[in-house]
């Protein structure tokens, strides 16, 4: 059956308020409707259609989803996608038009069917050992029993809480007990509960600048009052804290790989934070969130391996080493607030399934996640170097990558003084993920890009995404 040439003609404006993905499915709707696409012509693939319009494959994909669910086409598995068969169509006055009530809602840009080139914050899902994961699944479903099907322990399934506590003490020099971990659904879950936990509103936080927005985010969202603190390549500043705010009752810090900067706090930094925070009663909190991937020489040990006056809470999540779907994470209390973060915990709307938390358990027991870590981080090293190669390659001299030791992204700098956020938006509007650096910063600073390269499978496919990127800059 031959392909139509009606979509190969198809455009698209990003500039129009109406979403892409309904602009795809209003032009193929109208072609059916006027008979420029007859019953049993085939569509061209939402693959090929994506690739040509330049856009993320799920944009392309959702408009051949709500094609096929009003009966315009059909789904022939890999005969492709036809016009339905048989289909009466209307007369082109009567074909339905698009939406255009101010008051509409348009939720297609709050998830993504498809994760874009540039991703940031997602594991290589291409790479994850599926049917070891859903062997372990099937495993645990066909022995549940009525018990299991209780409400979930609001501290989490002991076995995971036991089994993170033993893999924390060998891979991240954590000498933790089980009843110190809580098992949370992700980072804000964790941060949320260690304010209700330790602070009240109005207290003072340290934040690093530039940081993760989210942190800033929720913390300003629960009344408290940021501090924002600037970074350079040791790290933290912290003199600079204690000159801005010596009396804060927290820090929240990224020592391993501090986000978005990818540099690793020093040691005397590492020193000077936890004498202060031992000095002036105050809290630490360590987001680990990817401390497993440093690619010269073995990870760092965590600032919490340090901590001797009971002053660090570490954070760690699944979503970075797992898949994000997973929605698991967890939070290593001192032992002498176990019982405060415990009634805390007991103020959760809900627990987490523990069929999830016992699939994960078995396979952290089994040795699976730590083969699983080790994969990653040869296969990280390898796309990170592809990536900026492929990336240095299409781009010259207009940008340039900056050094850092691990982490699942890089920082690309502008070498002119444009703007980063203007580009980043250019690129998302062509099917390409990018993050402004100066969006993640409070004080000013130079123009940079921050770019995932976990799904970067290729030099040559790092080369043609920076191609597209230097087209957006001219």
């Known amino acids: 059956m031959p392909i139509s040439n009606f979509d190969k003609l198809l455009t698209v404006d990003p500039s129009k308020d109406v979403p892409i993905y ?18 049993g012509d085939r569509i061209t693939s939402a693959r090929v259609l994506a690739k040509e319009l330049g856009l993320a494959r799920g944009t392309v994909v959702a408009a051949y989803d709500l094609l096929a669910s009003e009966g315009y086409t059909q789904s022939r598995g890999q005969a492709g996608t036809i016009v339905t068969p048989g289909l009466l169509l209307p007369l082109p006055s009567t074909a339905r038009p698009a939406p255009t009530t101010a008051n509409q809602y348009d939720d297609s840009n709050l998830y993504s069917a498809k994760a874009l080139p540039f991703q940031m914050g997602l594991p290589a899902l291409d790479a994850f050992p599926r049917k070891t994961w859903t062997r372990l699944g099937a495993r645990h479903l066909r022995a549940m029993q009525p018990a299991d099907m209780d409400y979930p322990f609001p501290l989490g399934l002991y076995a995971l809480r036991n089994a993170i506590a033993a893999y924390l003490q060998v891979a991240r020099g954590i000498s933790c007990t089980s009843h110190q971990v809580i098992i949370t659904s992700g980072y804000h879950d964790t941060l949320q509960l260690v304010v209700r936990a330790l602070l009240e509103p109005a207290d003072r936080v340290w934040v690093e600048d530039p940081g993760y927005p989210t942190t800033s985010l929720l913390l300003s969202r629960m009344g408290i009052k940021l501090v924002p603190v600037p970074v350079d390549d040791d790290g933290l500043v912290v003199s ?39 000095r002036s009663n105050a809290w630490v909190v360590e987001d680990d969130y990817d401390g497993e991937y440093r690619y010269t020489g ?81 296969l990280y090293a390898q796309r990170r170097e592809a990536t900026a190669a492929g990336l240095a390659q299409a781009l010259g001299k207009h940008m340039f990558i900056q050094p850092q030791p691990g982490g ?42 921050l770019l995932g390269f976990t799904n970067i499978d290729s030099q040559e496919y790092a080369r043609q995404l920076g191609e597209r990127m230097r087209a957006l800059m001219l």
């Not at 000159?243 to 040691?267: E, G, I, N």
């Not at 009971?310 to 290593?332: C, D, E, I, Q």
Request: glycine content about 6%.
């Open 240 to 278: 600079r804290g204690l000159q801005t705010a010596a009396d804060a009752r927290m820090a929240v810090v990224t020592p391993a790989h501090q986000c978005p900067l990818c540099l690793s706090l020093s040691l005397p930094r590492r020193m000077a934070l936890l004498d202060w925070a031992a």
């Open 22 to 39: 309904r602009q795809i499915y209003i032009r193929l709707q109208s072609a059916i409707a006027e008979g420029l696409l007859k019953p």
């Open 298 to 378: 073995r990870p760092l040990p965590a600032l919490k391996s340090l901590d001797r006056h009971g002053r660090v809470l570490y954070a760690g999540t699944f979503s970075k080493v797992m898949y994000p779907g997973l929605r698991l994470a967890y939070l290593v209390v001192p032992d002498s607030q176990v019982e405060r973060f415990a009634q805390a915990r007991k103020m959760s709307p809900a627990g987490i399934p523990e069929i999830g938390q016992a699939v994960l358990a078995s396979f952290i027991n089994n040795g699976h996640f730590t083969r699983h870590i080790h994969r990653m981080r040869n």
């Open 408 to 449: 699942m992204h890089l920082v690309l700098r502008l070498v002119d003084d444009g703007s980063d956020k203007e580009l980043a938006a250019r690129m998302r509007e062509h099917g390409m993920y990018a993050q402004a650096l100066s969006g993640w910063s409070v004080a000013p600073t130079r123009p940079g890009l």
